[in-house]
Protein backbone atom coordinates (compact mmCIF):
# COMPACT_ATOMS: atom_id res chain seq x y z
CA UNK A 1 0.00 0.00 0.00
CA UNK A 2 0.79 3.40 -0.47
CA UNK A 3 0.63 4.91 2.34
CA UNK A 4 2.73 1.80 4.07
CA UNK A 5 5.47 2.77 2.10
CA UNK A 6 5.66 6.45 3.16
CA UNK A 7 5.56 5.53 6.85
CA UNK A 8 8.58 3.56 6.29
CA UNK A 9 10.26 5.99 5.03
CA UNK A 10 9.35 8.66 7.57
CA UNK A 11 12.11 6.52 9.80
CA UNK A 12 13.29 3.58 11.91
CA UNK A 13 10.49 3.69 14.40
CA UNK A 14 6.38 4.79 14.24
CA UNK A 15 6.29 5.68 18.19
CA UNK A 16 6.39 8.86 19.16
CA UNK A 17 6.19 9.73 22.68
CA UNK A 18 5.66 13.00 24.94
CA UNK A 19 8.72 14.39 26.64
CA UNK A 20 9.33 14.55 30.03
CA UNK A 21 12.54 16.27 31.07
CA UNK A 22 13.84 15.52 34.26
CA UNK A 23 17.71 15.33 35.84
CA UNK A 24 19.79 11.65 35.61
CA UNK A 25 23.23 11.30 35.80
CA UNK A 26 26.01 11.46 33.38
CA UNK A 27 25.81 7.15 33.40
CA UNK A 28 23.03 7.39 32.42
CA UNK A 29 23.53 9.24 29.05
CA UNK A 30 25.95 7.15 28.93
CA UNK A 31 24.07 4.00 29.24
CA UNK A 32 21.80 5.18 26.17
CA UNK A 33 24.18 5.73 23.79
CA UNK A 34 25.96 2.25 24.82
CA UNK A 35 22.26 1.01 23.94
CA UNK A 36 21.76 2.36 20.63
CA UNK A 37 24.66 0.97 19.65
CA UNK A 38 23.79 -1.94 20.19
CA UNK A 39 20.62 -1.60 18.88
CA UNK A 40 22.31 -0.39 15.08
CA UNK A 41 24.71 -3.11 14.90
CA UNK A 42 22.39 -5.91 16.54
CA UNK A 43 21.99 -8.60 13.30
CA UNK A 44 18.92 -9.95 15.41
CA UNK A 45 15.55 -8.64 15.51
CA UNK A 46 15.52 -6.60 19.00
CA UNK A 47 13.10 -6.48 21.01
CA UNK A 48 10.07 -4.11 21.83
CA UNK A 49 10.73 -3.76 25.31
CA UNK A 50 14.30 -3.36 24.34
CA UNK A 51 13.26 -0.38 22.06
CA UNK A 52 10.69 1.05 24.56
CA UNK A 53 13.82 0.96 27.15
CA UNK A 54 15.79 3.03 25.09
CA UNK A 55 12.89 5.49 24.48
CA UNK A 56 12.25 6.18 28.13
CA UNK A 57 15.95 6.73 28.70
CA UNK A 58 15.66 9.25 26.01
CA UNK A 59 12.78 10.88 27.24
CA UNK A 60 14.13 11.39 30.66
CA UNK A 61 17.59 12.00 29.82
CA UNK A 62 18.84 15.58 30.65
CA UNK A 63 19.36 18.21 27.42
CA UNK A 64 23.47 17.71 27.11
CA UNK A 65 22.69 13.70 25.98
CA UNK A 66 21.77 15.81 22.62
CA UNK A 67 24.85 17.28 22.36
CA UNK A 68 26.58 13.59 22.93
CA UNK A 69 24.60 12.15 20.71
CA UNK A 70 25.54 15.25 17.78
CA UNK A 71 28.88 14.30 18.52
CA UNK A 72 28.34 10.80 17.71
CA UNK A 73 27.16 11.94 14.82
CA UNK A 74 30.83 12.60 13.69
CA UNK A 75 32.11 8.95 14.70
CA UNK A 76 34.44 7.91 11.56
CA UNK A 77 33.13 4.95 9.57
CA UNK A 78 30.22 4.88 11.60
CA UNK A 79 27.44 2.68 10.04
CA UNK A 80 24.32 3.51 7.97
CA UNK A 81 22.17 2.11 10.97
CA UNK A 82 24.65 3.81 13.40
CA UNK A 83 23.65 7.00 12.35
CA UNK A 84 19.86 6.57 11.62
CA UNK A 85 19.94 5.34 15.48
CA UNK A 86 21.45 8.57 16.31
CA UNK A 87 18.79 10.44 14.37
CA UNK A 88 15.92 8.66 15.57
CA UNK A 89 17.14 9.63 19.06
CA UNK A 90 17.49 13.13 18.23
CA UNK A 91 13.91 13.05 17.53
CA UNK A 92 12.56 11.50 20.29
CA UNK A 93 14.75 14.14 22.57
CA UNK A 94 13.57 17.49 20.75
CA UNK A 95 16.09 19.60 21.60
CA UNK A 96 16.26 22.04 19.04
CA UNK A 97 19.91 22.21 19.18
CA UNK A 98 19.54 19.56 17.27
CA UNK A 99 18.11 20.73 13.88
CA UNK A 100 21.51 22.50 12.19
CA UNK A 101 23.63 19.03 12.52
CA UNK A 102 20.30 17.24 11.29
CA UNK A 103 19.98 19.18 8.51
CA UNK A 104 23.54 19.06 7.94
CA UNK A 105 23.63 15.10 8.09
CA UNK A 106 20.70 14.80 5.66
CA UNK A 107 22.92 17.03 2.76
CA UNK A 108 25.99 14.64 3.62
CA UNK A 109 24.15 11.43 3.46
CA UNK A 110 23.61 9.25 0.98
CA UNK A 111 21.80 6.81 2.55
CA UNK A 112 18.01 6.43 1.97
CA UNK A 113 17.19 5.51 5.59
CA UNK A 114 19.54 8.06 7.29
CA UNK A 115 17.53 11.28 5.06
CA UNK A 116 14.49 9.49 6.24
CA UNK A 117 15.21 9.74 9.56
CA UNK A 118 16.29 13.14 9.24
CA UNK A 119 13.62 14.37 7.71
CA UNK A 120 11.42 12.65 10.41
CA UNK A 121 13.32 14.10 13.30
CA UNK A 122 12.92 17.69 12.24
CA UNK A 123 9.08 17.23 11.79
CA UNK A 124 9.18 16.11 15.60
CA UNK A 125 11.48 18.83 16.57
CA UNK A 126 9.42 21.60 14.88
CA UNK A 127 10.24 25.35 14.62
CA UNK A 128 10.56 27.14 11.57
CA UNK A 129 14.27 26.68 10.58
CA UNK A 130 12.88 22.82 10.53
CA UNK A 131 9.71 23.49 8.96
CA UNK A 132 11.53 25.77 5.96
CA UNK A 133 14.25 23.10 5.40
CA UNK A 134 11.60 20.32 4.70
CA UNK A 135 9.75 23.06 2.23
CA UNK A 136 12.93 23.21 0.83
CA UNK A 137 13.33 19.83 0.65
CA UNK A 138 9.77 19.36 -0.82
CA UNK A 139 10.03 21.94 -3.67
CA UNK A 140 13.22 20.31 -4.96
CA UNK A 141 11.39 16.86 -4.71
CA UNK A 142 9.21 15.11 -7.84
CA UNK A 143 8.88 11.68 -6.41
CA UNK A 144 5.15 11.74 -5.94
CA UNK A 145 5.47 9.18 -2.97
CA UNK A 146 8.36 11.64 -1.45
CA UNK A 147 6.44 13.81 -1.59
CA UNK A 148 3.16 12.31 0.23
CA UNK A 149 5.43 11.69 3.19
CA UNK A 150 7.18 15.39 3.34
CA UNK A 151 3.67 17.12 2.80
CA UNK A 152 3.03 14.25 5.78
CA UNK A 153 5.47 15.88 8.25
CA UNK A 154 4.77 19.46 7.47
CA UNK A 155 1.13 18.49 8.22
CA UNK A 156 2.47 17.35 11.92
CA UNK A 157 4.19 19.94 12.38
CA UNK A 158 0.81 22.07 11.40
CA UNK A 159 3.06 24.21 9.19
CA UNK A 160 0.79 25.98 7.19
CA UNK A 161 2.75 26.72 4.15
CA UNK A 162 2.62 23.46 3.11
CA UNK A 163 -0.86 23.59 2.16
CA UNK A 164 -1.02 25.20 -1.03
CA UNK A 165 0.98 21.49 -2.16
CA UNK A 166 -1.56 19.43 -0.82
CA UNK A 167 -3.95 20.28 -4.13
CA UNK A 168 -1.75 17.90 -5.96
CA UNK A 169 -3.23 15.18 -3.21
CA UNK A 170 -6.91 16.33 -3.30
CA UNK A 171 -6.81 15.78 -6.71
CA UNK A 172 -6.70 12.13 -6.48
CA UNK A 173 -9.13 9.78 -6.89
CA UNK A 174 -10.82 9.50 -2.97
CA UNK A 175 -11.29 5.94 -3.38
CA UNK A 176 -8.03 5.03 -3.71
CA UNK A 177 -6.46 7.79 -1.77
CA UNK A 178 -7.78 8.57 0.92
CA UNK A 179 -5.89 7.15 3.76
CA UNK A 180 -3.11 9.99 3.47
CA UNK A 181 -5.36 13.11 2.90
CA UNK A 182 -7.07 12.12 6.42
CA UNK A 183 -3.65 11.77 8.23
CA UNK A 184 -2.75 14.58 6.47
CA UNK A 185 -5.54 16.87 7.17
CA UNK A 186 -6.37 15.33 10.40
CA UNK A 187 -3.09 16.47 11.84
CA UNK A 188 -3.47 20.30 10.39
CA UNK A 189 -6.36 19.93 12.14
CA UNK A 190 -8.44 24.01 12.68
CA UNK A 191 -5.41 25.23 10.97
CA UNK A 192 -6.47 23.49 7.38
CA UNK A 193 -10.09 24.59 7.76
CA UNK A 194 -9.71 27.70 5.80
CA UNK A 195 -7.78 26.44 2.98
CA UNK A 196 -10.37 23.55 2.44
CA UNK A 197 -13.40 25.57 2.53
CA UNK A 198 -11.43 27.90 -0.25
CA UNK A 199 -11.62 24.52 -2.33
CA UNK A 200 -15.36 23.80 -1.81
CA UNK A 201 -16.21 25.03 -4.77
CA UNK A 202 -12.99 24.08 -6.92
CA UNK A 203 -13.47 22.80 -10.72
CA UNK A 204 -11.81 19.58 -9.94
CA UNK A 205 -14.45 16.56 -8.69
CA UNK A 206 -12.25 15.08 -7.10
CA UNK A 207 -10.96 17.79 -5.13
CA UNK A 208 -14.21 18.67 -3.95
CA UNK A 209 -15.10 14.91 -2.95
CA UNK A 210 -11.88 14.99 -0.79
CA UNK A 211 -12.83 18.45 0.71
CA UNK A 212 -16.08 17.67 1.62
CA UNK A 213 -15.20 14.33 3.48
CA UNK A 214 -12.53 15.86 5.21
CA UNK A 215 -14.66 19.20 6.36
CA UNK A 216 -17.88 16.70 7.35
CA UNK A 217 -16.62 13.13 7.75
CA UNK A 218 -13.53 14.04 10.11
CA UNK A 219 -12.94 17.98 10.95
CA UNK A 220 -16.72 18.69 11.65
CA UNK A 221 -15.98 21.68 11.16
CA UNK A 222 -18.63 24.08 11.78
CA UNK A 223 -17.18 27.54 9.87
CA UNK A 224 -17.67 25.13 6.81
CA UNK A 225 -21.32 24.68 7.66
CA UNK A 226 -22.44 27.85 5.10
CA UNK A 227 -20.27 27.28 2.37
CA UNK A 228 -21.56 23.50 2.13
CA UNK A 229 -24.86 24.90 1.88
CA UNK A 230 -24.16 27.31 -0.56
CA UNK A 231 -22.43 24.44 -2.77
CA UNK A 232 -25.18 22.17 -2.61
CA UNK A 233 -27.39 24.65 -4.26
CA UNK A 234 -24.74 24.80 -7.00
CA UNK A 235 -23.34 21.57 -7.52
CA UNK A 236 -24.26 19.06 -10.81
CA UNK A 237 -22.63 16.24 -9.69
CA UNK A 238 -25.15 13.56 -7.21
CA UNK A 239 -21.99 12.51 -5.34
CA UNK A 240 -21.13 15.43 -4.56
CA UNK A 241 -24.69 16.48 -3.56
CA UNK A 242 -24.39 13.66 -1.55
CA UNK A 243 -21.67 13.88 0.08
CA UNK A 244 -22.59 17.31 1.40
CA UNK A 245 -25.84 16.32 2.90
CA UNK A 246 -23.79 13.78 5.36
CA UNK A 247 -21.34 16.64 6.16
CA UNK A 248 -23.64 19.31 7.39
CA UNK A 249 -25.54 16.56 9.69
CA UNK A 250 -21.87 16.79 11.64
CA UNK A 251 -21.08 20.30 10.84
CA UNK A 252 -24.20 22.62 11.75
CA UNK A 253 -23.64 22.70 15.17
CA UNK A 254 -27.16 23.48 16.68
CA UNK A 255 -30.31 21.12 16.28
CA UNK A 256 -32.76 24.18 15.76
CA UNK A 257 -30.54 25.39 12.52
CA UNK A 258 -29.81 22.04 11.46
CA UNK A 259 -33.43 21.37 11.10
CA UNK A 260 -34.64 24.54 9.36
CA UNK A 261 -31.60 23.59 6.83
CA UNK A 262 -32.90 19.94 6.04
CA UNK A 263 -36.45 21.13 5.98
CA UNK A 264 -35.75 23.75 3.44
CA UNK A 265 -33.81 20.75 1.42
CA UNK A 266 -37.03 18.88 1.33
CA UNK A 267 -39.11 21.80 -0.06
CA UNK A 268 -37.08 21.96 -2.76
CA UNK A 269 -35.00 19.24 -3.83
CA UNK A 270 -36.45 17.50 -6.30
CA UNK A 271 -33.83 14.54 -7.03
CA UNK A 272 -35.47 11.63 -4.90
CA UNK A 273 -32.47 10.09 -3.61
CA UNK A 274 -30.96 13.50 -2.17
CA UNK A 275 -35.01 13.79 -1.37
CA UNK A 276 -34.89 10.40 0.81
CA UNK A 277 -31.91 11.13 2.72
CA UNK A 278 -33.05 14.07 4.09
CA UNK A 279 -36.78 13.02 5.27
CA UNK A 280 -34.25 10.77 6.90
CA UNK A 281 -32.62 13.25 8.72
CA UNK A 282 -35.44 15.17 9.84
CA UNK A 283 -37.22 11.22 10.99
CA UNK A 284 -33.57 10.82 12.90
CA UNK A 285 -33.81 13.98 14.97
CA UNK A 286 -36.05 12.93 17.52
CA UNK A 287 -33.95 10.17 18.23
CA UNK A 288 -30.77 12.39 18.51
CA UNK A 289 -32.25 14.90 20.94
CA UNK A 290 -33.58 11.54 23.08
CA UNK A 291 -29.81 10.21 22.56
CA UNK A 292 -28.39 13.76 23.50
CA UNK A 293 -30.58 14.23 26.64
CA UNK A 294 -29.41 11.10 27.75
CA UNK A 295 -25.96 11.51 27.09
CA UNK A 296 -26.43 14.97 29.37
CA UNK A 297 -28.11 13.28 32.32
CA UNK A 298 -24.73 11.37 32.46
CA UNK A 299 -22.32 14.26 32.63
CA UNK A 300 -20.12 15.18 35.67
CA UNK A 301 -18.26 18.51 36.79
CA UNK A 302 -14.72 17.80 37.43
CA UNK A 303 -11.65 19.87 35.96
CA UNK A 304 -9.45 17.08 38.07
CA UNK A 305 -11.08 13.97 36.43
CA UNK A 306 -11.10 15.42 33.10
CA UNK A 307 -7.31 15.83 33.07
CA UNK A 308 -6.45 12.64 34.66
CA UNK A 309 -8.50 11.03 31.99
CA UNK A 310 -6.80 13.01 29.28
CA UNK A 311 -3.46 12.89 30.35
CA UNK A 312 -3.78 9.57 29.82
CA UNK A 313 -5.54 9.13 26.54
CA UNK A 314 -3.16 12.31 24.91
CA UNK A 315 0.49 10.06 26.85
CA UNK A 316 -0.85 7.35 24.45
CA UNK A 317 -1.63 9.25 21.55
CA UNK A 318 -5.31 7.51 22.10
CA UNK A 319 -4.32 4.43 22.68
CA UNK A 320 -5.23 3.83 26.40
CA UNK A 321 -7.70 5.72 28.83
CA UNK A 322 -11.32 6.05 28.58
CA UNK A 323 -13.00 7.63 26.32
CA UNK A 324 -16.49 7.05 28.43
CA UNK A 325 -15.14 8.57 31.09
CA UNK A 326 -13.38 11.43 28.72
CA UNK A 327 -17.05 12.17 27.51
CA UNK A 328 -18.97 12.00 30.74
CA UNK A 329 -16.28 15.04 32.16
CA UNK A 330 -15.77 16.84 29.16
CA UNK A 331 -17.74 20.22 28.28
CA UNK A 332 -18.18 22.31 25.35
CA UNK A 333 -15.39 24.65 26.48
CA UNK A 334 -13.01 21.72 25.94
CA UNK A 335 -13.22 20.96 22.49
CA UNK A 336 -9.67 22.68 21.90
CA UNK A 337 -8.07 20.00 24.26
CA UNK A 338 -10.57 17.29 22.58
CA UNK A 339 -9.40 19.02 19.14
CA UNK A 340 -5.56 18.46 20.36
CA UNK A 341 -5.96 14.88 21.22
CA UNK A 342 -7.81 13.91 17.83
CA UNK A 343 -4.21 15.24 16.42
CA UNK A 344 -2.58 13.49 18.74
CA UNK A 345 -4.33 10.49 18.03
CA UNK A 346 -3.11 10.65 13.99
CA UNK A 347 0.74 10.86 14.63
CA UNK A 348 0.32 7.28 15.38
CA UNK A 349 0.31 6.60 11.68
CA UNK A 350 -1.65 3.65 11.02
CA UNK A 351 -5.32 3.04 10.38
CA UNK A 352 -6.56 1.63 13.92
CA UNK A 353 -6.48 5.43 14.92
CA UNK A 354 -9.18 6.14 12.69
CA UNK A 355 -11.64 4.84 15.25
CA UNK A 356 -10.11 6.47 17.97
CA UNK A 357 -10.25 9.71 16.39
CA UNK A 358 -13.98 9.25 15.59
CA UNK A 359 -14.47 8.72 19.32
CA UNK A 360 -13.27 11.85 20.31
CA UNK A 361 -15.63 13.70 17.41
CA UNK A 362 -18.26 11.58 18.75
CA UNK A 363 -17.65 13.86 22.03
CA UNK A 364 -17.37 17.17 20.45
CA UNK A 365 -20.36 16.70 18.27
CA UNK A 366 -22.53 15.42 21.34
CA UNK A 367 -20.88 18.69 23.49
CA UNK A 368 -21.82 20.95 20.90
CA UNK A 369 -25.79 19.92 20.26
CA UNK A 370 -26.90 18.76 23.99
CA UNK A 371 -28.83 21.28 26.41
CA UNK A 372 -26.13 21.84 29.06
CA UNK A 373 -27.99 20.14 32.54
CA UNK A 374 -26.96 21.62 35.79
CA UNK A 375 -24.00 19.12 36.66
CA UNK A 376 -23.43 17.56 39.71
CA UNK A 377 -19.73 18.46 40.47
CA UNK A 378 -17.59 15.82 42.07
CA UNK A 379 -14.30 16.11 43.66
CA UNK A 380 -11.32 13.91 43.90
Known amino acids: ?16 MTLFIVPVSAQDAASVLTKLDKFALSKEKDSINFIKSIEEQLEKSPKGTASLIIAKLKTPNAAEKQLAAYIWALGIIKDPVAVAPVIEMYRQSKSELVQGNCLRTLALIGG ?47 KQFFRPIIFIFCKMGDKAVPFLVSKVSDRDINVRINVV ?24 DMRVRGSILSALER ?18 EKDENLLNYARGT ?34 SAGGNGSYELLAIYSAPKDEPALKKLREKIMTRDSEDTFNNFQKVNDIIMRNRMMKMPDKKTVKP
Open 128 to 174: KPAGDFLMSVLDATTDKDMRCNIINLLAQMQCEAVLPATTELLQQDP
Open 251 to 268: TIPDAAKMKSVFEQIVAE
Open 282 to 315: LADMSLMETSLAAYAKKKQNSAFFFERDYEELFK
Open 1 to 16: MLWDKMVCRSGLFAVV
Open 213 to 236: NVLGKWLIAPEAAQALQDQYRREQ
